[in-house]
């Protein structure tokens, strides 16, 4: 039997193909075949019904001072503008960037999800910015406590 799915077809549905089955022991019509589907695991995205996921990973300059990176998509790769201050799991989505609905027109969204890799080695310049960093945020706190905390 060759059978072409449908888009959007997801994990563990049932699809019944009249008729393809074995053949009926009384030497009648055979019998339908009912297909189980398995939808192999990607290696770059997640599934979750019509939508997928995918992990960006950031560096820690790249999450304070946002940026551009390349997403990867079913489609291809797309540049995404991160927004200066983006959290670790901080998420966001892509309209229209999942899987095709089954008998429909309509699509999915994508959801990119921030990773923020902290860097385990410091060069010593880096080192000092960074204390040079701690030291003013420190400063900043310090004034928003003697000013009732707020902002």
């Not at 075949?33 to 996921?53: A, C, S």
């Not at 008998?103 to 902290?118: A, K, L, R, T």
């Not at 080695?121 to 004034?143: H, S």
Request: aromatic fraction near 6%.
């Amino acid at each position: 039997v060759i059978w072409i799915l449908c888009a959007g077809v997801d994990n563990n549905e049932v699809i019944k193909v009249s008729r393809s089955g074995g053949a009926d022991p009384d030497g009648y019509e055979p019998g339908d075949l009912y297909v189980n589907i398995r939808v192999r695991d990607d290696p770059v995205f997640r599934r979750e019904g019509p939508d997928i996921h995918v992990d960006a990973i950031l560096s820690i300059a790249q999450a304070i001072l946002g940026g551009t990176i390349q997403v990867p998509t079913l489609t291809g790769d797309v540049v995404l503008k991160v927004r200066p201050g983006t959290q670790p799991g901080q998420k966001v989505m892509l309209k229209k960037k999942g899987i095709k609905t089954r008998e429909s027109y309509s699509y999915g969204d994508q959801y990119v999800h921030f990773n923020v890799i902290i860097p385990a080695n410091l060069t010593p310049k880096q080192r000092e910015l960074i204390e040079e960093f701690a030291k003013e945020e420190q400063g900043e706190y310090k004034e928003r406590a003697a000013a009732g905390g707020s902002r």
